[in-house]
């Protein structure tokens, strides 16, 4: 019997990509893991990671649900609560029945939270202007707004 020499699908792919020319997927992944690490750097002197430091932000940004939180973070919702639970215990959000809702569980930064968010934004933001700083201000502008179309037209 001939002994089959047809390379699966995976394999083929796996030939197929060039890691010297990333497409989009894996330059976004690196991007994403270098901005998680220099944030992490930043944060550290407060005490706070990057995802607690986002989710501060998602809480202060409105009214946002636990589960629409989720959703803008790629979890499930089960995923998020132990995070949540935690950020509550230390005082920096809490949750809410919404009032139109009771199903609806929002939350929301303290008092204690917006301090340290505004504590902390400066230093995140200094950490991504260092990640951009091999860009020019104009390659900044352009790699944001071009990343701004991709998030707005894959909803």
Do not use: Y
């Not at 940004?61 to 950020?87: K, R, Y």
């Not at 504590?119 to 860009?135: D, G």
């Amino acid at each position: 019997m001939p002994h089959d020499t047809s390379k699966s699908h995976a394999t083929k792919v796996a030939d197929a990509w060039d890691p010297s020319d990333p497409g989009l997927w894996f330059c976004n992944w690196r991007i994403w893991v270098d901005a998680k690490r220099r944030l992490d750097e930043a944060l550290s002197p407060l005490g706070l990671r990057s995802k607690e430091f986002w989710l501060l932000s998602l809480a202060g940004a409105g009214d946002f649900s636990q589960q629409h939180i989720a959703e803008l973070c790629g979890l499930d919702p089960s995923t998020l609560v132990p995070w949540l639970d935690a950020l509550e215990q230390r005082g920096w959000l809490r949750r809410e029945r919404s009032p139109r809702d009771r199903r609806i569980q929002l939350v929301r930064r303290t008092e204690a939270g917006d301090q340290l968010f505004h504590r902390a934004l400066p230093r995140a933001q200094r950490a991504e202007a260092e990640q951009l700083a091999v860009l020019s201000e104009a390659h900044q502008r352009q790699l944001v707004e071009a990343m701004r179309k991709l998030i707005t037209n894959n909803k």
